[in-house]
């Protein structure tokens, strides 16, 4: 038994995932990429995440993610500032050259430590340094990109000389002609989201009820259900849209997910509501909340709005991070999937204008959820990859 399962580990090829907890959206989109792995080519490929920052970087800027939170949440000016500034022609370079400077010996350490056959990058500061790193060490090793932001995707995503870059959108792919990639080199193929997604999507309309999702998630069964979310860290005045809705007497219940933001939770645990209220911390199971729901209300995270789009849900964007969330809003916008409402008072209304009779807007909204909706990345994705190992 235990001889057979040395071999297995002996004859699997390493591929190494270098990505960083900065929202939740990296290491969502590389848990999709592992479990297309798995079910796509069942024991081929063993995967291991490098977490870049954390692993290759020297103090203080392993530190790094953890100013991720803080920035964006009480400092966006800065962090927009940073996000452009760096974003120019002639800021790149040296971006970029900073970026490399600071990780790229740690990088080379964690690819010779683990021999990989290919090595991915789903992060755009953990993108070049690891590229230039496997280079030097294994010149013939394939490196790939898989991008995870919708539209106006950053030029560090653009910054390393990949094998494959993967863009989710054809906003992305233009991104990157303009940034000079080589053309050839990239496919838009969506955003790496869970399984689960796909086979909800498949199974639309002949699986069990939404009435069934709800008693499982203990909603109740026949009530407008909106579900509130602000990415993996609980960004965003949730609790501010959450209140708004409580109290302007509209027949709802609200499923609000607070992620790894402990205050929000406990904050929330602590309000008396009138409507039917399920609060949660970090869930697991994402894929049922939203096919448990009518309409998401979420920060413009572009794995949530991927995801919202799979479960075929029309979504209210309550803001966006700046500078590369941006031009998720756009995407959103163009696509005519949801809108965006950036106050409270305005998502109400929105919601009111929705739960009107006879407003036709919801049902146009899930057509095109279902138009733009790219359930099976995860799979096309790591096919690609496969094909560059063979
Ligand atoms: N997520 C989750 N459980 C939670 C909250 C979020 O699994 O309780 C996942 C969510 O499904 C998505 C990711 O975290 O895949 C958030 O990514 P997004 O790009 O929307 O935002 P980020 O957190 O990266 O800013």
Redesign the pocket.
Known sequence: MSLTFDVLLYTLQRILIFFSD???????AANALREGFHHQFPERYEIIYVDGFKECAPFPFNQIPLTYFPLTTYTPWLWSGLFHFSNTRWTLPLAAAFDDFILRRGCANAIRRRKPALVISVHPLINRAPCNALRAVAPHTPFVTVI?DLFDAHGMWFSAASDLLTTPTQGAFERGVRWGFPQAKMRVVGQP??LQFAEKFAAQGTDESVTTWRARLNLKADVFTLLL?G?????GPLRAIARALDEAELPIQLAI????NDTLRVQLQNVEWRVPVNI?????D?PDWMRASDVVI??A?????M?TLAAGKPMILSGN?PGQ?EGNVTFVEKTGVGVLRTTPEAIVKQVRAWLAPGNPELAHMQESARREARPAAALEIVKLMDALLR
């Open positions: 900065t929202g939740g959206g990296h290491r969502a995870t989201i869970a979310v990415g993996g860290e609980g960004m997910i607070a992620g790894r949660q911390g970090f869930v697991t994402m979420t920060k995270g572009p794995g949530t709005i995801e991070l969330e």
